[in-house]
């Protein structure tokens, strides 16, 4: 190809070895890049790599390639640029979203790599787009790292005005390729909190007024007539309790009628009284999902979760029970300086919460992935963390246990114990919004026998702190391994 074209092409990198046929996740920061591009009257094309590859066809007429990656999709997105760069080495390569915003320095080094840009791009991609494809100079433009910059001429950039932001563009998607079932909606960005292991503590908190959401809900509802659940999907749903108590009425005044769900702090659910219990389960809240991560307190302490308690997460589990709404909660293992007590006094809180209330929807077990300039990441390099170098090395990273170099042998064989003891909690959505997500749960008659197995023997074992020795684990493996058909989970827990 000679020269470059006018359409800017935005790439949405994916963790997944091969496209999906059809997949839950929305590629929600290039369709919003894509809103301000169509507001701004520059054409744009979307290649979500979730469902599909990238081809020489997407880049006809191409002018500038935005790609967007977390730390998870770096090896799609390397193998993306690699193409555009073989078909026209002419065409700027802009990388963007969360990993490039937390670690530029090693992003913008790479040899496909243009500039980097920092922060939401809402407001001001359209503006740097037109520049490029006008053959401008868009030298010191806000947010854009380039190579030999310095990155304190370059701080993330942020929407101040969420209710300023253009309806989404649903029709550059291919429809039925997402999950029709499930309307998803983003209602604030960043987070009040500032715990240690994550991306948004570095991000303000900024809502949408509930006027502004209710225009969003009646958007997708136009798009997913035959949606069957809203799915609030940010960080941080509850932040701001009388935004909630407006949406929750209007909900009900405007007769949307679906149950919703959404993520909260432990703190946010153990500050509601009745009175809100009540209208959430009236405006059909059927799932709230909540970040425990730690049963030891001294954990909570370290990683900026200290005013969680156990105490305070056993309340909010009964206060779901009692008004019917589902509980997802999610922990975290594997953190430094975590002692054998640590991870056995977690063990015992999921214990206690599934037998308070039995129809938690889900525990999810997650080992520790420190992220670049998030508050731990420092501490973590200290304790030894075996970091991913270059970005090539973050595009082979699979967040690999043993990189934590802080944690002993016994120390890793029981985190690996408890994730596989934990794996029959993590039923995706059994009981209110069962059937709806791509990823079903198993029902084969073998699977379902090993999960009441597991679950019995993880409760006995809770009790007493047993995770050293888990030899059933073993033949789970071998069983996967040989037979292949027990469950959808991965082969390894965690190498
Ligand atoms: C919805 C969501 C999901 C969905 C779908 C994610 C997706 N579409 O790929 C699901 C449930 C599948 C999911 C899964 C996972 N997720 Co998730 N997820 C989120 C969540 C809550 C919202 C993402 C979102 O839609 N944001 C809204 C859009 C508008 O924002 P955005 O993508 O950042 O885009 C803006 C800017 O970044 C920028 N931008 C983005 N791309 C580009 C490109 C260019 C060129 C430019 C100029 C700008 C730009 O402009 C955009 C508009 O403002 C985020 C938390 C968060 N606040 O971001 C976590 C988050 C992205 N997830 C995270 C994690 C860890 C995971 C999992 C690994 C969880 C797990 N253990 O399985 C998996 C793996 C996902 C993967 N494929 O990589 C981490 C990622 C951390 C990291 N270092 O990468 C986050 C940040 C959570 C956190 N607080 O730590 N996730
Ligand atoms: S983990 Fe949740 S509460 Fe903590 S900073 Fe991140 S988004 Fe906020």
Redesign the pocket.
């Known amino acids: 190809m000679d020269g470059i074209g006018r359409i800017v092409l935005?790439i949405?990198?994916?963790?997944?070895s091969q496209p999906q046929p059809k997949?839950?996740?929305?590629?929600?920061?290039?369709?919003?890049?894509a809103g301000e591009l169509k507001k701004a009257g520059i054409q744009s094309r979307i290649v979500d790599l979730?469902i599909e590859k990238l081809t020489e066809i997407h880049l006809r007429n191409v002018g500038c390639?935005?790609?967007?990656?977390?730390?998870?999709?770096i090896g799609s997105a390397l193998q993306a640029a690699a193409l555009v760069r073989r078909i026209n080495p002419l065409i700027p390569i802009?990388?963007?979203?969360?990993?490039?915003?937390?670690d530029p320095q090693n992003t913008i080094q790479h040899p496909l790599v243009d500039f980097v840009?920092r922060?939401?791009?809402?407001d001001v991609?359209s503006d740097?787009c037109k520049l490029i494809l006008n053959g401008k100079s868009y030298d010191s433009f806000p947010?854009l790292v380039r190579k030999g910059n310095s990155l304190r001429d370059c701080p993330p950039v942020t929407?101040s005005d969420l209710d300023t932001l253009p309806p989404v563009p649903y029709e550059l998607l291919d429809l039925s390729c997402y999950n029709e079932k499930i309307l998803?909606v983003?209602t604030a960005?960043?987070?009040p909190y500032r715990c240690g292991?994550?991306?948004?503590?570095t991000?303000k908190y900024r809502s949408k007024s509930p006027e502004r959401i209710l225009a969003d809900l009646f958007l997708g509802r136009e798009i997913f007539s035959n949606a069957r659940i809203i799915v609030f999907?940010?960080?941080q749903f509850f932040s701001n309790l009388t935004k909630v108590q407006e949406l929750c009425e209007l909900l009900l005044r405007n007769e949307i009628n679906l149950p919703w769900v959404a993520?909260c702090r432990v703190e946010d659910i153990a500050r509601m009284d009745d009175d809100f219990f009540h209208l959430l389960s009236k405006s059909r809240c059927s799932l709230l999902k909540a970040g425990v991560e730690s049963g030891s307190e001294r954990i909570q302490e370290l990683i900026g979760k200290g005013n969680i308690t156990p105490e305070m997460v056993k309340e909010i589990v009964v206060r779901c029970r009692d008004y019917k709404i589902g509980l997802k909660l999610n922990f975290m293992i594997g953190f430094p300086t975590e002692t054998i007590e640590d991870l056995q006094t977690t063990g015992k809180l999921i214990a206690d919460c599934v037998r308070l209330n039995p129809r938690i929807e889900r525990i999810?077990v997650?080992a520790y992935?420190p992220?670049?300039a998030?508050p731990m990441w420092d501490f973590a390099l200290r304790e030894g963390y075996e970091a991913p170098r270059t970005l090539e090395d973050w595009g082979q990273w699979k967040?690999e246990l043993t990189r934590l170099r802080w944690l002993s042998r016994s120390e890793q064989t029981i985190i690996r114990n408890l994730l596989f003891l934990t794996i029959p909690f993590d039923k995706p959505y059994a009981n209110t919004v069962s059937g709806l997500w791509s990823r079903q749960p198993i029902n084969s008659s073998l699977w379902s026998i090993w999960k009441k197995f597991t679950r019995f023997d993880f409760l006995c074992r809770a009790k007493r702190g047993w995770f050293h020795f888990v030899p059933e684990r073993f033949l789970y493996e071998q069983l996967y391994s040989k037979v292949g058909v027990v469950s959808p989970l991965p082969k390894e827990i965690k190498k």
Do not use: M, Q
């Open positions: 935005l949405h990198a994916s963790n997944f997949v839950d996740a929305f590629p929600w920061g290039v369709l919003h890049l979730n390639v935005g790609i967007s990656t977390t730390s998870y999709a802009i990388w963007g979203g969360i990993h490039p915003t937390l840009f922060g939401e791009g809402d991609f740097l947010g929407v998803e983003h960005r960043g987070c292991f994550c991306y948004n503590a991000k999907n940010d960080d993520n999810a997650g992935d992220y670049p998030t967040g």
